[in-house]
């Protein structure tokens, strides 16, 4: 897809509020397919979890701009599941650019030389492990989307289609109004395979350690970080500071 290399002029609140005002009778697609060559977003990556509802914005990318660059953030304590999901799913979706993005090994070392750093610091632990990688691979970014949707929960109700990261770089939501029933009949349509966790009571999938099954009833994000008031890994931001408590507002898709 021709794209302006010459790269997005103004502030990113300012091109927020016009891509808002340009895409907010669109749907997802068209969101997609306009944004992704829309000089005031720039130069934009996928950043996807290959989590409960992945497949769904993995698709979407694929059929619309398949060499639009993906990062997978692999922190090493996924579950097994996931690690086969995203194998599978980088063979079946014809997308072109998937990248790794692992912590600095040494930094994991000094910080986390047994592994046990989530059992008492779950915020630095995220930081090390998910936060920082990322970070750096997103430098060379104007924007990135994710699957963060309103019904996700109360952090979540007022997500727009596009966000100000600061004043650093735009956040791009396009399931932001869909349901969870749309997510369902998309992928039934689609024939995408699932998360083999999903059918275990797990609509939101982390990292092995911190994530549990859901009930019930219960919020889909009540089995991240149960039993603390964490409710976000500290990748999404607000007023350009990372979200690292329970205050504000997870993975990304």
Known sequence: MPRDTSGPVGTVADRVAA?????????????????????????????SSFGAESVVLLHLVS??????????VDTRMLFKETLEYQRELAEKLALCDIRTIRAHPKKVEFDDPDGTLHQFNTDACCAI???????????????????????????????????????????????????????????????????????????????????????????????RWRGSAKTECGIHFINGRAVRGGTTEENAA
């Open 63 to 72: 059929v619309i701009a398949p060499e639009t660059p993906v990062l997978f």
């Open 19 to 47: 891509l808002n005002a340009r895409y907010r009778h669109h749907g997802a697609t068209a969101v997609l397919e306009h944004a992704l060559g829309d000089p005031d977003l720039g130069r934009v990556a996928l950043v």
């Open 129 to 223: 492990r998910k936060v920082e990688p990322l970070e750096r691979a997103l430098k060379d970014f104007d924007g990135w989307i994710t699957g963060r949707k309103r019904y996700q929960g109360a952090t979540r109700q007022e997500v727009e289609f596009f966000e100000a990261e600061g004043d650093t770089r735009i956040k791009v939501n396009p399931l932001a109004h869909w349901g969870r029933e749309d997510l369902e009949e998309y992928i039934v349509n689609n024939r995408l395979p699932r998360h083999p966790l999903v059918a275990k009571g797990y609509p939101s999938i982390g990292c092995a350690p911190c994530t549990s099954p859901v009930k019930p009833g219960e919020d889909p994000r009540a089995g």
